[in-house]
T-cell receptor, first 110, second 116 residues
């Protein structure tokens, strides 16, 4: 399966703390994408990291990719209550298909 | 305009009804997608349209029938659904219909479907 698996399934932190979520996958990929979903709404693209990249930053987000271990991590620094959402990784072969991971439900407590 | 719109927001239908979900984007994207998402689960890909042609059907039952009338519109026709089909149906679009490796998807807010 191309689907990612995320860990932890749920994470609860205090505002201002950092949040780290991990994604593992099984097949070769062209890129890996991270998306956020607020409760019951559409997904929002956060960041894309290509298979030849090891680390990427976007604002308070830092993504790493280790293709030898078939794993990725998403770090959110200085978390805010508005970061409360579900986060999905999506390994992609680049062929118009995204297979979303199981997701991490992040709760940031004010 | 970087928005994907979906109508209706909510839909309740009986198992004998015929209804349609609609999706629209005006970003000039050439690929459009339907996903199904059950509660506390990730979205599951159903269909992909590339340059207005169906390119991927993830073994979806025939009671779901997609249609792409033009490059901006995507419909999902529903007929004889089952209660287990109740879910959030998400539409998405991406720029390159050819599946570029750097292609990201833009999602609509979804239609919450309940089948009685």
């Amino acid at each position: 399966s191309q689907q990612g698996e995320e860990d932890p399934q749920a994470l609860s932190i205090q505002e201002g703390e950092n949040a780290t979520m991990n994604c593992s996958y099984k097949t070769s990929i062209n890129n890996l994408q991270w998306y956020r979903q607020n409760s019951g709404r559409g997904l929002v693209h956060l960041i894309l990291i290509r298979s030849n990249e090891r680390e990427k930053h976007s604002g308070r987000l830092r993504v790493t990719l280790d293709t030898s271990k078939k794993s990725s991590s998403l770090l959110i620094t200085a978390s805010r209550a508005a970061d409360t959402a579900s986060y999905f990784c999506a390994p992609s072969t680049g062929a118009n298909n995204l297979f979303f991971g199981t997701g991490t439900r992040l709760t940031v407590i004010p | 305009d970087t928005e994907v719109t979906q109508t209706p927001k909510h839909l309740v239908m009986g198992m004998t009804n015929k209804k349609s979900l609609k999706c629209e984007q005006h970003m000039g994207h050439r690929a459009m997608y339907w996903y199904k998402q059950k509660a506390k689960k990730p979205p599951e890909l159903m269909f992909v349209y590339s340059y207005e042609k169906l390119s991927i059907n993830e073994s979806v039952p025939s009671r779901f029938s997609p249609e792409c009338p033009n490059s901006s519109l995507l419909n999902l026709h529903l007929h004889a659904l089952q209660p287990e089909d109740s879910a959030l149906y998400l539409c998405a679009s991406s720029q390159d219909g050819g599946g570029a490796s750097t292609d990201t998807q833009y999602f609509g807010p979804g239609t919450r479907l309940t089948v009685l």
